[in-house]
C-alpha cells in the first residue's frame, strides 16, 4: 500500500487541499463530521469498525441505533478483533450484521455486534442521555428484555 501510494504521489497530493498559514503551505484531512462516528454495520468489517475507532475516538464516540426504541447508543472502549474471535461465536453465519448476542465468559460479559464480516465488541455503552454502563449493564437493563429479532443495532440513513 505504501509502494502504491509513493508511486501515485502526484495523484494523491491533487485530492489534498492546501491553505495558507504565515505564507507557508500545509496539507489539510477532511472535516469529521458526526455522519463519520455512525457505524455502518452492512458495510464495515470487525477490523475497519477497530480502525475507525481508533483514528477518531479522541474526537468523539461511536454510535448506533438500537432497534428496539430507536435510541441511540454510543460506544467507548473497543475490544480488539482478535480477542473477539476467540468467543467462538457458533452459527455466526446465521446472523446479520448489526444483530447482537451477548457472551458471558467467567467474570466478563460481551455484547457483540455482527459486522460485514466478523463481530466487534465494546467495553462501555451510553444509552441516550444516561451515564455510561459496562456491558453487563446494558445487558441487563436493555438486552435481555428484548426479544431476539429486536436485538439489533441499525443503521439511520445520512451515515456513511
Not at 442521555?129 to 459496562?134: A, G, L, S, W
Request: glycine residues 4%; hydrophobic residues 35%; positive net charge.
Amino acid at each position: 500500500m505504501e509502494h502504491e501510494v509513493i508511486q501515485n504521489m502526484s495523484f494523491y497530493l491533487n485530492l489534498c487541499f492546501c491553505q495558507l498559514i504565515d505564507d507557508l503551505f500545509s496539507i489539510s484531512a477532511p472535516k469529521i463530521s458526526k455522519s463519520d462516528f455512525g457505524i455502518n454495520w452492512d458495510h464495515l468489517s470487525s477490523q475497519d469498525v477497530y480502525n475507525l475507532w481508533r483514528g477518531i475516538s479522541d474526537v468523539g464516540k461511536l454510535f448506533s441505533h438500537w432497534q428496539e426504541s430507536n435510541a441511540i447508543v454510543r460506544f467507548q472502549d473497543i475490544i480488539h478483533p482478535d480477542i473477539i474471535k476467540t468467543l467462538d461465536i457458533t452459527n455466526s453465519d446465521n446472523y446479520y450484521p448489526g444483530e447482537t448476542v451477548s457472551i458471558k465468559r467467567g467474570p466478563d460479559r460481551f455484547i457483540c455486534i455482527k459486522c460485514n464480516s466478523g463481530w466487534t465488541s465494546f467495553k462501555k455503552f451510553y444509552y441516550e442521555q444516561k451515564k455510561v454502563m459496562t456491558a453487563t449493564e446494558f445487558h441487563n437493563g436493555f438486552f435481555s428484555k428484548t426479544k431476539r429479532k429486536e436485538r439489533f443495532f441499525r443503521t439511520k440513513d445520512g451515515v456513511k
